[in-house]
């Protein structure tokens, strides 16, 4: 017996059939004597639905008038978490209509706190006050995920996929003894099984490793959940709610490094199209450039990924190539073009069709070569490496959009990630 939070994505939740399905996953962990707080995300394509009514409108303004109008991202957050109002309260209803105890809850109704970041918001603090006594007294608490509500009493959200946050959130808050996300997937794979069918699902994967393949694209879980999890050590295990026919689902254990137990060098590959490229034509190659691009730039609000610098000509200009969010590719270009007097540059060329693939690991901490096995086996599909970053478990490199699924492929089984890696073999 124990607290248990269950978190279930959108397809998780699509239809009535799913939700009665949920119902009885949730039942049997009821019925198992634990309290439960499930956590809901919207019926899948519901929250894309939301946001392009949203961006339809907003494509209304006209030149600067929406400077005097105002940001709309408080609106935003209004509307696009309606849809897991919808999730929370049908949920609590096919519950109930199973004989159990349960409520849906609202973020502002727990309430679930956060900054005034709309659209991105980050959480302050969940009480526990009320939802805490609920769950004692043995109803189950399902709540409406991805939403929160800010400090000036306005509705906020979480960014995409931001319920695998509520959810390691609320663990975290109620002190549960077991976070499970159950999704449409039977846990964490090598790399993404629609890209690469010989994927192979890990029994356990550390929580820095996720926290990479999260970042780095694998949108399996959102970054800000695995961040959460790693700094309260709550292992998270992400498992299918596809399979409701008794059969054992062990699903993928997130947790600390040292309960691993697999001997591998590269855990996954992961890869992310949400990539833009820009050059800086003939920059004077002089001390402090580099710092004023990346000056105009965060100013501006833009996060530079990737940089690389080209070799120094002899009449002192280089150009400079770095990486920025493809959303944000419009607003970097406004601000390089507004600085170019001051940093000092002849042009500017950009590219939105490039893709970051990267392998991670954390075993590439005390291993050589993989580096070399990653280029050999890109170059070996003639695929054109345009810009590289590293880091102490993972290698990544930004290629032409066209080639990703090709290179995922080739990293997958240059690595052979497919094939089952023995345990290692624990000490007596
Ligand atoms: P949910 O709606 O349950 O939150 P998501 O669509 O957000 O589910 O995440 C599950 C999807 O993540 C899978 O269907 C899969 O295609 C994708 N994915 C990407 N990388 C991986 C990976 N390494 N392991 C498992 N799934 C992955
Ligand atoms: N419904 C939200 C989204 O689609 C949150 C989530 O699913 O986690 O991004
Ligand atoms: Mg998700």
Not at 22 to 46: K, N, Y
Not at 87 to 105: E, K, N, Q, V
Not at 315 to 332: H, I, S, W
């Amino acid at each position: 017996m124990g607290r248990i939070v269950m978190k279930f994505g959108g397809t998780s939740v699509a239809d009535l059939d799913r939700i009665r399905a949920v119902s009885r996953l949730v039942e049997t962990e009821v019925r198992a004597g634990h309290e439960v707080a499930v956590v809901v995300s919207a019926m899948s394509g519901e929250t894309n639905r939301l946001v392009a009514l949203v961006d339809a409108l907003d494509a209304d303004r006209i030149g600067d008038e929406d400077r005097h109008g105002g940001a709309i991202h408080d609106e935003y957050d209004s509307i696009v978490a309606s849809g897991e109002q919808v999730t929370s309260g049908l949920l609590a209803i096919a519950l109930r209509r199973r004989g159990i105890r349960a409520r849906s809850w609202l973020g502002w109704q727990i309430p679930l706190r956060t900054d005034k970041a709309h659209s991105k918001a980050r959480i302050a603090e969940i009480e526990s006050s009320a939802i805490g006594p609920s769950l004692s007294a043995g109803n189950v608490a399902v709540v409406a995920g991805f939403q929160g509500v800010s400090d000036d009493g306005r509705i906020s959200t979480l960014g995409r996929g931001g319920s695998d946050t509520s959810a390691v959130a609320l663990a975290v808050a109620l002190k549960a003894d077991r976070c499970d996300i159950y999704t449409d997937v039977d846990g964490i794979y090598t790399t993404d099984p629609r890209i690469v069918p010989e994927a192979r699902r890990l029994h356990r994967i550390a929580f820095e490793e996720m926290l990479e393949l999260a970042s780095l694209g694998a949108k399996v879980l959102q970054v800000r959940s695995v961040e959460l999890a790693m700094n309260y050590n709550l292992p998270i295990r992400v498992l299918t709610s596809m399979a409701d026919d008794g059969q054992p689902n062990p699903g993928t254990l997130v947790c600390h490094e040292d309960e691993t137990m697999e001997e591998r060098v590269v855990s996954g590959v992961a890869y992310s199209r949400d990539e833009a490229q820009i050059t800086l034509l003939r920059l004077k190659d002089k001390p402090g450039m580099v710092a004023k691009v990346c000056k105009a730039m965060s100013d501006a609000g833009v996060i530079v990924d990737m940089i690389v610098q080209g070799i120094s000509r002899s009449d002192n200009a280089a150009n400079m190539t770095f990486t920025v969010g493809k959303r944000d590719l419009e607003t970097a270009l406004s601000a390089l073009e507004k600085a170019k007097s001051d940093i000092g540059f002849e042009g500017i060329k950009h590219d939105s069709g490039v893709t970051k693939v990267s392998v991670v690991g954390i075993g590439m901490r005390s291993h050589t070569g993989v580096a070399q096995t990653m280029f050999e086996a890109l170059a070996e599909k003639g695929i054109n490496i345009e810009v590289i970053a590293t880091s102490e478990i993972k290698i990544s490199v930004l290629i032409d959009s066209e080639y990703t699924e090709l290179a995922v492929r080739a990293l997958h089984s240059a690595f052979e990630l497919h094939a089952q890696t023995a345990p290692r073999v624990s000490a007596p």
